[in-house]
T-cell receptor, first 113, second 117 residues
Framework: GQQLNQSPQSMFIQEGEDVSMNCTSS?????WLWYKQEPGEGPVLLIA?????ELTSNGRLTAQFGITRKDSFLNISASIPSDVGIYFC?????????????FGKGTLLTVNP | DTGVSQDPRHKITKRGQNVTFRCDPI?????LYWYRQTLGQGPEFLTY????????KSRLLSDRFSAERPKGSFSTLEIQRTEQGDSAMYLC???????????????FGPGTRLTVL
């Protein structure tokens, strides 16, 4: 079963507000990724983190790979209506040659214009 | 780069029927993954290929499921004797793996939504 705990489960915010969500694991992951999924579509990659402590930005999005390798967070600044969707964290243990992803249950983000 | 494509996007079938889904990965990607996603959950790993070799299968992949990637390009996922519990979104992802120095970042297709009546 899934090993990643993602919180919060849902958020309802006003346009312009900043958003923060995080993901924790009981075991170490060597890569953390954040995806966004809209209804009826597949996950779209937002940010990939490959090194413990790494802080990476992609426009208004910023994500960090925790030092312990057991957590990651994603921040969205100055939210806009098109940020609506489900945000998933995913990790892989990249041991040997298998990089299958383990996902959290997602954070549903609603932005009120 | 046209992205990962999947066909069909939607499939409605009756219990007991067989269904087959196709995935075309990003060109030059040598790894291809299948995941299943049910409502309110994140995707769960089913199986993956490196070139034409199927290297791992999840315990979620029962004997009624079979996946192939005959020429190391597109892949098919077949479900035989479908059950209502098979209703889900089936997602395909691809990546390029060039050795241990590579990060194997996975890019997903739009998915096939299966409904079993």
């Amino acid at each position: 079963g899934q090993q990643l705990n993602q919180s919060p489960q849902s958020m309802f915010i006003q346009e312009g507000e900043d958003v923060s969500m995080n993901c924790t694991s009981s075991s170490i992951f060597n890569t953390w990724l954040w995806y966004k999924q809209e209804p009826g579509e597949g996950p779209v990659l937002l940010i990939a983190l490959y090194k413990a402590g790494e802080l990476t930005s992609n426009g208004r999005l910023t994500a960090q790979f925790g030092i312990t390798r057991k957590d990651s967070f994603l921040n969205i600044s100055a939210s806009i209506p098109s940020d609506v969707g489900i945000y998933f964290c995913a990790g892989n243990k990249s041991g040997g040659s298998n990089y299958k992803l383990t996902f959290g249950k997602g954070t549903l983000l609603t932005v009120n214009p | 780069d046209t992205g990962v494509s999947q066909d069909p996007r939607h499939k409605i079938t009756k219990r007991g029927q067989n269904v087959t889904f196709r995935c075309d990965p990003i060109s030059e990607h040598n790894r291809l993954y299948w995941y299943r996603q049910t409502l309110g959950q994140g995707p769960e790993f089913l199986t993956y290929f490196q070139n034409e070799a199927q290297l791992e299968k999840s315990r979620l992949l029962s004997d009624r499921f079979s996946a192939e990637r005959p020429k190391g390009s597109f892949s098919t996922l077949e479900i035989q004797r479908t059950e209502q519990g098979d209703s889900a979104m089936y997602l395909c992802a691809s990546s390029y793996w060039g050795g241990l120095a590579y990060t194997d970042t996975q890019y997903f297709g739009p998915g096939t939504r299966l409904t079993v009546l």
